[in-house]
Every structure is written in C-alpha cells, then in structure tokens.
C-alpha cells in the first residue's frame, strides 16, 4: 500500500515538474507562432491547441512585463484558462479548417492571445 500512495506521489510531482519545464523551455527562441509552424496548410484544431500552449507560454515568458502591472504569472495563466474557450469560440468561430498561409496564422495567432490575455507589453 505504501509503494502504491509512492507512486502515485512520485508521477504526480513528476508530472508537475514536466508541465512547468515544457512550458518554460519548448519554445524558447521563438519570436512569433509562425516559428512553430512549417507546414502550411495548417489544420485549425492543431492550430488551437498550440495556440493555447503557446499563450501559456507567453505567460512564463514576459513575468517581468507582467509584474511591473501588478500580476502575476499565474493570475496570467488562470485567466488564461478561463477565457480560452470563450475566445476559441469568438476567434475561430468562421474560421476556415486549415489555415493556408503564414499572414493567416499571424492574423488568428494575434486575434487568439489578444483575447486570452489582454495586458500590455506581452510579446511572443
């Protein structure tokens, strides 16, 4: 019973540490969401789902521009969170199911983090 509750403990913590670890170094370098994409057309829920990744990301990324308005990281992250569906909605509603050059991805990529996190001097 011991071994099983250490288990447990041990995949959470790792899990835990894993998560934070991919959301501060998987897109280190990258200047915009066109960086990770390199095969256009690109599939709109593919698309989604590394836009929520990425705004993650941006969370992590601009902690300073984020402290110097009074917020943190994450408050960043659980507003995040609570807006994605509802901007996925607003943002993606018309959108085509595969997105066919780079000025459409940027053009959705800025749409999507505007929405899910409206503060200023964040930069991805």
């Given at each position: 019973m011991k071994l099983f509750f250490g288990s447990v403990i041990i995949i959470v913590a790792g899990f835990s540490v894993n998560k934070d670890v991919?959301?501060?170094k998987a897109y280190d370098g990258v200047t915009t969401v066109t960086d990770?994409?390199?095969i256009?057309?690109?599939d709109t829920f593919y698309?989604?789902?590394t836009m929520r990744d990425y705004?993650?990301?941006l969370c992590y990324k601009?902690?300073?521009a984020l402290t110097s308005q009074n917020i943190s990281v994450v408050d960043c992250v659980s507003k995040l969170d609570d807006k994605k569906t509802e901007c996925e909605k607003k943002v993606f509603r018309l959108a085509p199911l595969n997105l066919e050059t780079e000025l459409e991805v940027l053009d959705y990529s800025r749409q999507y983090t505007q929405c899910t996190l409206p503060y200023k001097y964040i930069y991805g």
């Open positions: 991919f959301y501060n990770i994409i390199s256009y057309p690109v698309f989604k789902r705004a993650h990301h601009n902690e300073d």
